[in-house]
């Protein structure tokens, strides 16, 4: 797939997930198979592009190209000056977030509350474009299906949006007001499809390889994007590329392949966040990765408490190697299936 001058390796993309997707997360996954990462929102406000926070997340040293930054915000001007501010740090993509209804994002009228103004969505968006266009900076826009039931103007805004220079559109198949309620529907992606000419991402609820199989085919998207599924389990990206090149299902990975990504991952992790803040957020990480694997019984529970008493880097680190080859030492045939222990864990 095309976006702009770069050549995507393929169409199975990391959705933006704040406080998820950093960059040791986001380079474990295209280690894993992953064509295309978009790093978590950045804010527009100046105020904050100083903050440690807004910093670590424009930093992508060490992350394989193309490196894309989602941007947020309500003010046209300002947008533009985020977009400015984010390519001299080394964005080459701009993603304009317009799909986010978390309260803080939206109560000051971002995110996704912006679909509900089509003016100044489309007002931003030709900011941002202006901006990124002199740095030949392609820009995107990820937005949800619209505002409520009866107000699914993602069509609407997906036609202004390319009359407007976006390069590529990505959509999650629920309303503003759904959150992340019901499921997502695909027809709104597939109609958006049908009528533009760039790239569309179909986004939402794609748990697995025969569901995005599904999902391409029912949308016609360009790429699929894939958030809460790769949680714990970002080999997720070549389950999926093997099931579409082959027909066939990859067996689960094996724990010490696991082993050996998690320490990296980890590794990486508290080199970004330094010790204190780094070994307290890698703890959702690793109870994600206990859930998400077929551990003995009990185990992911067990793992997670011993995990969040922990509070050095070494203790984690000598945590996941212990961890990991007792269960390895075990073996495949104990009783519990993956669906156990994401119960047991719950
Ligand atoms: C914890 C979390 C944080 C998220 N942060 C962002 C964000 O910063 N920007 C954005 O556009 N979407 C964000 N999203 C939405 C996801 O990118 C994605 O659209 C949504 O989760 C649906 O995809 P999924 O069903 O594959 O998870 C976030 C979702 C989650 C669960």
């Given at each position: 797939?095309?976006?702009?001058?770069?050549?995507?390796?393929?169409?199975?993309?990391?959705?933006?997930?704040?406080?998820?997707?950093?960059?040791?997360?986001?380079?474990?996954?295209?280690?894993?198979?992953?064509?295309?990462?978009?790093?978590?929102?950045?804010?527009?406000?100046?105020?904050?592009?100083?903050?440690?926070?807004?910093?670590?997340?424009?930093?992508?040293?060490?992350?394989?190209?193309?490196?894309?930054?989602?941007?947020?915000?309500?003010?046209?001007?300002?947008?533009?000056?985020?977009?400015?501010?984010?390519?001299?740090?080394?964005?080459?993509?701009?993603?304009?977030?317009?799909?986010?209804?978390?309260?803080?994002?939206?109560?000051?009228?971002?995110?996704s509350a912006l679909m509900q103004d089509e003016a100044l969505a489309i007002e931003i968006v030709e900011a941002v474009v202006a901006a990124a266009a002199p740095h030949g900076v392609p820009v995107t826009l990820k937005m949800r299906t619209g505002w409520c039931a009866d107000g699914k103007n993602a069509?609407?805004?997906?036609?202004?949006?390319?009359?407007?220079?976006?390069?590529?559109?990505?959509?999650?198949?629920?309303?503003?007001?759904?959150?992340?309620?019901?499921?997502?529907?695909?027809?709104?992606?597939?109609?958006?499809?049908?009528?533009?000419?760039?790239?569309?991402?179909?986004n939402g609820d794609i748990t697995g390889p025969q569901q995005a199989r599904d999902v391409l085919a029912r949308t016609g998207a360009d790429a699929i994007m894939i958030g809460?599924?790769?949680?714990?389990?970002?080999?997720?990206?070549?389950?999926?590329?093997?099931?579409?090149?082959?027909?066939?299902?990859?067996?689960?990975?094996?724990?010490?392949?696991?082993?050996?990504?998690?320490?990296?991952?980890?590794?990486d992790h508290h080199s970004l966040y330094g010790e204190y803040t780094g070994v307290r957020s890698a703890r959702k990480h690793l109870g994600w990765y206990a859930q998400a694997l077929p551990l003995p019984a009990g185990a992911a529970g067990v793992f997670r408490q011993r995990i969040n008493a922990l509070t050095t880097a070494q203790a984690q680190l000598d945590c996941v190697r212990d961890s990991f080859d007792a269960w390895a030492a075990i073996g495949p045939d104990h009783p519990m299936t993956r669906e156990d222990n994401w119960k047991l864990a719950a």
């Open positions: 797939m095309q976006l702009g001058p770069y050549t995507l390796p393929n169409a199975l993309f990391v959705a933006p997930m704040a406080g998820v997707t950093d960059r040791p997360f986001r380079k474990l996954c295209k280690r894993l198979g992953a064509g295309y990462a978009v790093s978590e929102m950045v804010t527009s406000r100046p105020d904050l592009q100083d903050s440690l926070k807004t910093s670590r997340r424009a930093d992508h040293s060490g992350e394989p190209g193309p490196i894309a930054v989602q941007i947020a915000g309500t003010d046209a001007a300002m947008m533009a000056d985020a977009a400015r501010y984010n390519i001299d740090r080394g964005a080459q993509i701009i993603d304009i977030n317009m799909g986010c209804p978390a309260k803080k994002v939206c109560n000051k009228w971002a995110g069509p609407a805004i997906a036609l202004a949006a390319e009359a407007a220079g976006v390069q590529m559109l990505t959509v999650h198949g629920r309303t503003r007001e759904q959150g992340y309620k019901g499921f997502a529907e695909h027809d709104t992606v597939a109609l958006i499809k049908s009528r533009v000419k760039i790239p569309v991402v179909a809460r599924a790769a949680q714990g389990r970002p080999w997720i990206f070549r389950e999926i590329a093997h099931f579409l090149a082959t027909g066939d299902m990859l067996p689960p990975p094996d724990l010490l392949e696991v082993k050996a990504w998690l320490l990296d991952h980890l590794e």
